[in-house]
């Protein structure tokens, strides 16, 4: 009986405790535009969104509060040949500090640290940029899921 009602008490204790949140806004958008491509022609085989897109948010974090986040992708839809990354382009704003992140980190489908910091930031700019374009991969709309996980130190 003792174990149970341990178990209820970290039940109880959990839900009052206010959770911190991982928010991203914006949209990477890549646009090509190949129309007029001819035979011998160079074709950019990599291509980035703009700087300033897609802002991640790290909130609820007590000021003193140490934590990392991870990042990782699930295919929905992504050719294999295609590589996606990530890097921030600015260290956000708010009552922590960020490290880390500032060079293009390849998004795979394990988890990979990502960004070290403590406290709460807002408006962390994040570039993608994606490698491996080919004229030989069908034309499609491709989607993939990104994963940003965070863990508290």
């Not at 949140?21 to 703009?50: C, L, M, P």
């Not at 403590?118 to 080919?134: A, D, E, F, M, P």
């Amino acid at each position: 009986m003792k174990y149970i009602a341990t178990i209820l008490t970290l039940i109880a204790l959990n839900n009052c405790v206010q959770a911190q949140q991982v928010r991203i806004k914006g949209t990477a958008e890549f646009k090509f535009s190949y129309a007029n491509i001819k035979a011998g022609d160079d074709f950019a085989t990599e291509a980035s969104n703009k700087g300033d897109e897609v802002d991640l948010s790290i909130r609820q974090m007590p000021k003193n509060k140490r934590w990392y986040l991870t990042v990782s992708k699930t295919d929905i839809n992504w050719p294999s040949s295609v590589s996606i990354y990530v890097r921030r382009t600015s260290g956000g704003s708010g009552n922590g500090y960020v490290w880390g992140g500032s060079y293009y980190t390849c998004i795979r489908n394990m988890p990979q640290s990502f960004l070290i910091g403590s406290g709460s930031l807002n408006n962390i700019n994040l570039q993608y940029k994606l490698k491996g374009l080919s004229l030989s991969i069908p034309s499609n709309t491709y989607y993939t899921d990104i994963v940003y996980t965070l863990y508290e130190l």
